[in-house]
């Protein structure tokens, strides 16, 4: 095995160029350095210097394997560098998965206060689709996933499904577009152009029932896994949509459109599913207490496997 102690002494004395020089860097008796170079080369089985006259140079050997050294030291310092870092920002990862199914406004109300916390986060955000989050959840490259179901019984991957909040649904709509609608909430829905959640929104199945019992037939126009691509279209007039009640003031400003009306039958649930029972993360404790108190205002629920 490699004595590093060792090879710091011959990479002093390669770049002092004798070995009294480097005794007195390193604070060490020559002899003691004779000492140590031998075995070295002993170990290594090669000789490392040869002298040119009261000089030291480096054998063929001895230049390889200074290289090595230079890249081994370069890289300890790095790590020496980075541990200070880390010390002195004592910045605390957490990785998030949010499905994107999730409403991004949801999303940046629930993860924002996990940036307010009195310890530094580092915090890093990962899109996709929930199979794929589950499966690096698993294998503890993210810390929590923020999804709009609980975790799904088909998957072989053990996780704990957290109830973060639930929230009615509001139908909003472009000023110009309301003017063309006849009637009353939700009489005017029927024939009305209408942007419909994808097939991968928990809401969709619960939406298309809703619409079936009240018998209303709206002209679906589209259909969007992304919400905030939705929004857009909503926004310029292209049809109705739905948003999560909670957001009711967000969506109405960010993207001006107005209420059209609300359906209290049916409630958007968000769940932060984690691999642990138990909340510990500082992040993910903080992101549950403001879903509750500030975001959805609901009862903690507890976690069901």
């Known amino acids: 095995m490699l004595n590093y102690k060792h090879l710091r002494y011959f990479w002093a004395v390669a770049k002092s160029g004798s070995i009294a020089r480097a005794g007195e860097q390193l604070h060490l008796t020559p002899q003691s350095i004779s000492g140590q170079l031998r075995e070295l080369e002993e170990s290594l089985g ?8 009261r000089a030291l140079e480096l054998t063929d050997a001895g230049r390889r394997i200074i290289g090595y050294a230079e890249e081994i030291f370069a890289l300890g310092d790095e790590l020496l560098d980075a541990a200070r870092d880390q010390s002195t920002r004592k910045s605390l ?6 499905a994107d199914s999730v409403v991004k406004a949801v999303a940046h109300r629930l993860v924002e206060p996990a ?3 009195p310890e530094p986060v580092r915090l890093i955000c990962r899109e996709g689709r929930l199979s794929s989050l589950l499966a690096e959840l698993a294998i503890h490259h993210l810390d929590m996933v923020i999804a709009d179901r609980p975790m799904p019984a088909n998957l072989n ?4 499904s957290h109830l973060l909040g639930e929230s009615t649904l509001t139908v909003f709509g472009a ?16 024939g009305a152009p209408f942007l419909m959640p994808g097939e991968d929104v928990a809401i969709r199945p619960r939406l298309e029932q809703w619409l079936e019992a009240q018998r209303l037939h709206p002209r679906i126009v589209g259909e969007f896994d992304d919400s905030a691509l939705l929004k857009a279209f909503g926004q310029a007039g292209a049809g109705l949509f739905v948003a999560p009640t909670a957001i009711t003031a967000y969506v109405c400003e960010q993207y ?4 059209v009306g609300r359906i209290d039958a ?6 932060a599913i984690t691999n642990q029972r138990r909340l510990t993360h500082p992040a993910i404790i903080a992101i549950s207490e403001a879903a509750h108190n500030e975001v959805f205002n609901v009862e903690v629920a507890s976690a069901t496997p």
């Open 46 to 53: 090669v000789a490392l210097f040869r002298r040119a006259g």
């Open 157 to 160: 991957v053990r996780g704990y």
């Open 266 to 271: 049916i409630s958007e649930q968000i769940f």
């Open 175 to 190: 000023a110009a577009r309301i003017k063309t609608l006849h009637g009353d909430f939700p009489a005017l829905l029927d």
């Open 256 to 259: 001006h459109v107005d209420i």
């Open 115 to 117: 940036l307010q916390l």
């Open 93 to 98: 990862p957490f990785a998030v998965g949010i």
